[in-house]
């Protein structure tokens, strides 16, 4: 069972904010008076190490999604961006799996299309315990919030097509984050054979 003792914790902090829908240069904007969010029961206060960038991130600040109700009204603050690297600062009475001054991952917001107003380009923000790990020794800040997104896209997008043995996946960018861990999953991990082809228009392998 974790504490909920503060340690050190300011009222205010920093954060990168938008409260109307445009290009990062338009709207993105650096305030220094934000409120440090609060915790309830089930989550946890972290001080942001790292942080990742992510499509969906820039596809939300444009307002791509607003149509369908999955961005929050503009004229609020949004801190949204997905991936994070994290030290826990406080947690709820409901939390069991971490303690003050672990260090996590994870992805601040459980249905990417429906994300939440407190995101990871601030000092502090608040995490659900379930969307947490702790963060392996042996990867660093940057590599850990590097993960979370990426992995999420190379699992989700095969399993949710049905893939399994026997069948083929043509993976096109399979140098990028999402492709080289749909390459790990499916040929570490789950065995799928590998085959390269060169493509004779763009001079790339493709796996």
């Given at each position: ?70 961005s929050p ?21 409901k939390v ?112």
């Amino acid at each position: 069972m974790g504490t909920s003792t503060p340690v050190n914790i300011p009222s205010k902090m920093k954060a990168w904010v938008y409260g109307q829908y445009g290009k990062p240069e338009d709207v993105l904007k650096l305030k220094s008076e934000v409120d440090v969010p609060d915790v309830n029961d089930d989550q946890v206060l972290i001080k942001v190490a790292a942080a990742s960038l992510n499509p969906i991130d820039f596809k939300h600040m444009h307002g791509y999604f607003k149509a369908i109700g999955s961005s929050p009204p503009v004229n609020t603050f949004f801190l949204f961006f997905f991936s994070r690297k994290i030290v826990v600062f406080r947690v709820g009475s409901k939390v069991k799996e971490f303690e003050v001054g672990d260090e996590a991952y994870g992805d601040i917001h459980e249905h990417a299309l429906y994300p939440k107003e407190c995101g990871s380009l601030a000092e502090y923000t608040a995490m659900e315990e379930k969307v947490l790990a702790l963060k392996p020794k042996n990867l660093s800040f940057a590599e850990a919030t590097s993960l979370p997104v990426a992995i999420e896209t190379a699992y989700g997008g095969p399993e949710s097509a049905g893939l399994s043995a026997g069948k083929s996946l043509l993976v096109l960018g399979g140098a990028c984050g999402v492709g080289s861990n749909v390459i790990l999953l499916y040929v570490q991990v789950k065995k799928f054979d590998l085959h390269l082809f060169h493509c004779k228009y763009t001079g790339q392998l493709v796996v």
